[in-house]
C-alpha cells in the first residue's frame, strides 16, 4: 500500500426542545470532523473525491457533568449521514476544499417519533501547505453555510444548524518513509455565529487531533485517531444555558485497503471516551476515495 502522501485518503462529521433538539444538533454537526484530510495537500490540477457513510445508533449520552447515562423517557437516537468531499489542488501550496452532507435522522422517545432528512450544512474552504518538506505543516481555513433547513419547532428534527461556524487550524504531519509509518496533527478554534431563529449563540471550540498509521504492505494500511472538541457555554437571548456546553473526545480504529492506485476504501469506527453534552457510542463509517 501506498505510504501516507498528497493522494492518501485521511479521516480527517429539532429546535430547542431541551432534551431532544440540543442533542440532535450535537451528533449532526460532531460528524463532519470524521471525515476530514491530514496535513498533505494536493499538487496543482491533481483532485480528491470522496464519499462517505456514517451511521450511529444510541441510547445513551453524556449529562452536563460528563456521566454517560440514558436518554430520557426511552430516547432512542439513530443519525446516518452522506458526506461528498471535494479537494483540487489550485497551485501546489494552495487546494480547495468543499463539503456537502445529506442527513437521515430520527429520535424516538415515549412522546414521539421523530424523522428528517435532506442536504446539511455545506462547508467549504481553502488550506495552504505553509512548509512542503517533512514534517509538513499547513493552514486550513473553513466556512460552514446555512444550506440545510433549520426549523424552529420541537416536534421536528432539523437538518440545518440555523448558524454559520469559521473553523481555523494548522494541520502538522510527518511520514517515516522508508518505514512504514506516519503521524498527523490538528488544532484549531471555532467560531460559531448565533442562531436568529431560535436566539441561541452557541459557544465558540477548540478542537484538535492525533493521527497515527502504519503500512502493512502494498494494499493495506492500519490508523488509530484521537480527536477532541471542547466548546464554551453558550446562551440563549443572553441566558447562558449550560446545555449548550459541549464536549467530546474520540477514538478511532480504523482500516485503509488500496484497491488500485487511485482507489481506496476505509472502514473505521470512531467511539466515545468521554463527553458532556453529547450522543454517546460508536460511529460506523465507510469511505471511498479516488485520485485523479
Do not use: C
Not at 453555510?145 to 440555523?162: L, S
Not at 437571548?237 to 449550560?242: A, R, S
Amino acid at each position: 500500500m501506498r505510504h501516507p502522501s498528497i493522494e492518501r485518503p485521511g479521516i480527517a462529521t429539532p429546535t430547542f426542545n431541551w432534551m431532544i433538539g440540543a442533542l440532535a444538533l450535537f451528533l449532526m454537526s460532531a460528524l463532519p470532523a470524521l471525515v476530514e484530510a491530514g496535513a498533505w495537500v494536493l499538487p496543482r490540477g491533481r483532485a480528491n473525491i470522496q464519499v462517505a457513510f456514517l451511521h450511529q445508533d444510541t441510547t445513551e449520552r453524556y449529562f452536563l457533568d460528563g456521566e454517560r447515562i440514558p436518554y430520557f423517557f426511552e430516547g432512542h437516537n439513530r443519525t446516518s449521514a452522506f458526506y461528498i468531499d471535494g479537494r483540487y489542488g489550485i497551485t501546489d501550496r494552495f487546494e480547495g476544499v468543499v463539503q456537502v452532507p445529506f442527513f437521515l435522522l430520527r429520535f424516538d422517545d415515549l412522546s414521539d417519533n421523530r424523522r428528517s432528512n435532506g442536504l446539511g450544512d455545506v462547508r467549504a474552504g481553502l488550506r495552504y501547505n505553509l512548509i512542503r518538506a517533512s514534517p509538513v505543516a499547513t493552514f486550513d481555513v473553513r466556512v460552514k453555510f446555512q444550506t440545510g433547513t433549520f426549523v424552529n419547532d420541537a416536534e421536528v428534527v432539523p437538518v440545518g444548524e440555523g448558524q454559520w461556524d469559521l473553523d481555523l487550524a494548522v494541520e502538522l504531519a510527518h511520514s517515516f518513509w522508508l518505514r512504514p509509518f506516519y503521524v498527523n496533527g490538528r488544532a484549531g478554534y471555532r467560531f460559531r455565529g448565533p442562531n436568529d431563529e431560535s436566539g441561541i449563540d452557541f459557544g465558540d471550540e477548540l478542537f484538535w487531533l492525533v493521527e497515527g498509521g502504519y503500512t502493512v504492505n502494498q494494499r493495506i494500511g492500519l490508523k488509530v485517531v484521537s480527536r477532541g472538541l471542547h466548546g464554551k457555554k453558550g446562551s440563549s437571548f443572553g441566558i447562558p444555558i449550560e446545555t449548550l456546553k459541549r464536549e467530546a473526545v474520540y477514538v478511532a480504529p480504523g482500516l485503509v485497503i488500496q484497491i488500485n492506485p487511485s482507489w481506496f476504501v476505509e472502514v473505521a469506527v470512531p467511539f466515545t471516551v468521554a463527553g458532556r453534552n453529547w450522543p454517546a457510542g460508536p460511529v460506523f463509517t465507510l469511505k471511498l476515495t479516488t485520485a485523479f
